[in-house]
């Protein structure tokens, strides 16, 4: 995330150059909202992105984003987007096995990553997986396979200087034995955004709360940076509102 | 066959204005469009359709959690496939059963005349036969309307008269709607996987016209306790969950609504946190013990309740923003033993306290037998 958004509340907390963007969310809370902003931002500032949908098809994410102001099939057509249609996506179905197809995806997003870095004006390229719980069923559980996918993009992001963005359930690893993939992704993530409902219930004007850890902070030597941010957040169509409990009447 | 006269009498008598305007914009009964490019089936209860926005989604898989002792899920489920049948939807049925096909003898019948059924439904069934009699039972009903005053109540059934009808739990539907339809009924309890399920729901769907097809003929998937303990799969809670992905893949690219029940107790809580991820909507469905004196002292109109509908999700079609209802617990309540309703949770005033009147979205008021203020 290169820029500074519109000075609101989330961009502040976010810095400015975290690597691997963690968001959590659980069935009470939806965290897409802010896959849908990080997209936005990505492709804002003449970057590129590749989008692995599992969970909704392309026309539900371009009329949402189009709604905040971001064109996606323009940015489809115009190369900067790179949409990879996964909902039917199942590995080791007919060629292979569920590791090899893991495998021709993230060749394919390599491929891409290069192409982008090859080309003239380099710019930031940012991947985003919407979501890794979905990854985990198209591998049929076996976490081995989604964790090596996972860390083949984690090393896309210090190597060809991108970005990785990944949505995941928390709740569902609420066990403690099956945790897995939750800690690998907490544990590479340079930033960590967990959307959760309120504790007193559901509200009109509220949406959940939002607290976002910064763990990346130290690098840019700011002795003064905040490492974490707790606020609420208020989903809208064209964006979403970030402000401090009790700031909004 | 006297329902069904019935039906299409009071097509031609209710709402003739309206009527005409609903079809060409939607293009077939049954199907309501909404904003947002959004398109809804009704399911079968009014309360639920408006509760939802309009209905269930067209293109979404709405899951309800059964609750663990009683069969309360397989009254929605049964008024969700009534309403498809009536209109004359296809209708692919699989339960973890025999012979699912004995299911359908027990879906419920539409009432004619849902609100003040009380007489002019006798005054329907009198005239059946005789269909001009009938017309003129069902004009009176329509002049009554303006002395009713609750003009929203009274627009709301006119529109959508043909939307959604009220069902007689009682009253099983008539089997000449049943054999003459398109309904197809897999049996899920002898599978040793989902793979035959799958292929199924895709022959179903595919018989679907397309989305851009132009006629708006919506299928239904109605699904019985998905992880039953007694299907052969049950241990394989991957291929459950992929299974639930791939129809939901499905179901988004046609026109279609797939409903899911399923018992989620006997899954672990990871698994059924996934599902509960995987649903566009949903509901779960809770009972509430015969004779609480507790609970009866709190909520009013307890003798009718039989359970609680909780409302969890809410399908969103191509916008972000979450639905936030007004309630999210409700009393599901039967009307004269007949038709289901679904009402805000009233709290009685609690003596020696001056409690609120309403509770809101007071799950846990149901659950507090002993409330101290």
Partial sequence: ?249 | MAAAGGRTLGRSSFSRATSNRVTSSSGAAGVKIGPNGAAFVSSGIPDLDRILGGGFLLGSVVMIMEDADTPHHLLLLRCFMSQGVVHKQPLLFSGAMKEPRLFLGTLPAPVSSSKEDGRHRAMGAAASSDGRANDEGLRIAWQYKKYFGDDSRAEHKDNKQEFSNDFDLRKPLERHLLNGQNIECVSIQDADSLSGLQDCCSAFLSKLPRKDAGSLTAGRIAIQSLCAPQCRYFEKDWDMVSFIRSLKAMVRSSISVAVITFPSTVLSNSFCKRWQHLADTLLSIKAIPDEDKDLAKLLTGYQDMVGFLHVHKVAQTNSQVPVILEASTLSLKLRKRRSLVLERLNQAPVDGSSGPSSAASSSCSSQGSQLDF
Avoid at chain 1, 99 to 108: G, I, K, M, T
Avoid at chain 1, 209 to 238: D, Y
């Fill in chain 1, 1 to 249: 995330m290169e820029e500074y958004g519109g000075g609101d509340l989330l961009s502040e907390a976010m810095g400015s150059a975290a690597r691997v963007v963690v968001v959590e969310d659980c069935v009470e809370a939806p965290g897409a909202f802010v896959l849908h902003l990080l997209l936005k931002r990505a492709l804002a500032s003449c970057g590129a992105a590749a989008f692995l949908a599992l969970a909704q098809p392309f026309s539900h994410y371009d009329r949402v984003l189009r709604k905040m102001g971001c064109n996606l099939s323009l940015h489809r057509r115009n190369e900067r987007l790179h949409f990879f249609e996964l909902l039917g996506f199942r590995g080791g179905a007919r060629e292979g096995t569920i590791a090899d197809s893991f495998v021709r995806l993230y060749n394919e997003i390599q491929r891409l990553v290069e192409a982008n870095r090859a080309g003239e004006n380099a710019s930031q390229f940012t991947v985003v997986i919407d979501d890794a719980s979905l990854l985990e069923v198209v591998a049929l559980g076996s976490v081995n396979d989604v964790l090596n996918f996972l860390h083949y993009c984690f090393a896309l992001t210090s190597e060809m200087n991108c970005t990785l963005v990944v949505l995941i359930h928390e709740d569902i690893y609420a066990d403690e034995e099956k945790m897995g993939l939750l800690l690998h992704l907490r544990y590479i993530a340079d930033l960590v955004i967990k959307a959760a409902p309120l504790s007193t219930g559901l509200a009109a004007d509220v949406h959940g709360q939002l607290s976002v850890v910064n763990k990346g902070t130290f690098r840019e030597q700011k002795a003064k940076a905040q490492k974490v941010w707790n606020f609420h957040f208020k989903v809208k169509e064209n964006g979403t509102d970030f402000f401090y409990p009790g700031t909004r009447h």
